[in-house]
């Protein structure tokens, strides 16, 4: 069955360091998409890309960065983290149009900035 | 610009009730929409997804949902709870930027205890 993966599953990390969070999809969908989880927000988008080395911003991109080597792996780089970005992100791979644009989502990456 | 609006943050439900979940969105133009389910500590699962056509769709594990254009709505419905059912549910629109989402802030059904 399709997947997507997410590493690390868990991290804590220091204000000022950087933080990569990689996302493997084996869907081979072109549409990826990093999201955050905060207690009454829902998921929020921070970047999408159509596919390898497309990155788009999302609603809330600022303090965030993204890149997409390739088909499979999508990252999510804060170069200078905040105690504000810990959270919980859910990257998700899909579509565009008609019936496949359904998304599928990995099992969340859960960031403590201290 | 779209948005959802789940208005419950939490619903109470008996073992074997019934059960409804709101969800108002705002969209110009026909929406593609979606219902997904989040277990603890898990990412998204897909519950429904409601493409231009029939406005009653069903989904899996016994959960519907009905579209109406005329309140904006899509709410989902269920016959019958399973103590599986206990989670957390978000309402979601597609938007145009490579079929991205934007969420409700989610639903979190809980069991009533006698």
């Known amino acids: 069955e399709a997947a997507v993966t997410q590493s690390p599953r868990n991290k804590v990390a220091v204000t000022g360091g950087k933080v990569t969070l990689s996302c493997n999809q084996t869907?081979?969908?072109?549409?990826m998409y990093w999201y955050r989880q905060d207690t009454g927000h829902g998921l929020r988008l921070i970047h999408y890309?159509?596919?390898?080395?497309?990155?788009e911003k999302g609603d809330i991109p600022d303090g965030y960065k993204a890149s997409r080597p390739s088909q499979e792996n999508f990252s999510l780089i804060l170069e200078l983290a905040t105690p504000s970005q810990t959270s919980v992100y859910f990257c998700?791979?899909?579509?565009?149009?008609?019936?496949?644009?359904?998304?599928?989502f990995g099992p969340g990456t859960r960031l403590t900035v201290l | 610009a779209q948005s959802v609006t789940q208005p419950d943050a939490r619903v109470t439900v008996s073992e074997g009730a019934s059960l409804q979940l709101r969800c108002k969105y705002s969209?110009?133009?026909?929406?593609?929409l979606f219902w997904y389910v989040q277990y603890p500590r898990q990412g998204l699962q897909l519950l429904l997804k409601?493409?231009?056509?029939?406005?009653v769709v069903q989904g899996v594990n016994g959960f519907e949902a009905e579209f109406s254009k005329s309140n904006s709505s899509f709410h989902l419905r269920k016959a019958s709870v399973h103590w599986s059912d206990w989670a957390v549910y978000f309402c979601?629109?597609?938007?145009?930027?490579?079929?991205?989402?934007?969420f409700g802030s989610g639903t979190k059904v809980i069991p009533c205890l006698p």
């Open positions: 979601a629109v597609r938007t145009g930027f490579a079929s991205a989402l934007t």
């Open positions: 969209y110009f133009g026909t929406p593609y």
């Open positions: 998700a791979s899909g579509e565009t149009w008609g019936v496949y644009a359904e998304q599928f």
């Open positions: 409601y493409y231009p056509g029939d406005p």
């Open positions: 890309s159509y596919g390898a080395g497309s990155t």
């Open positions: 869907n081979n969908h072109n549409n």
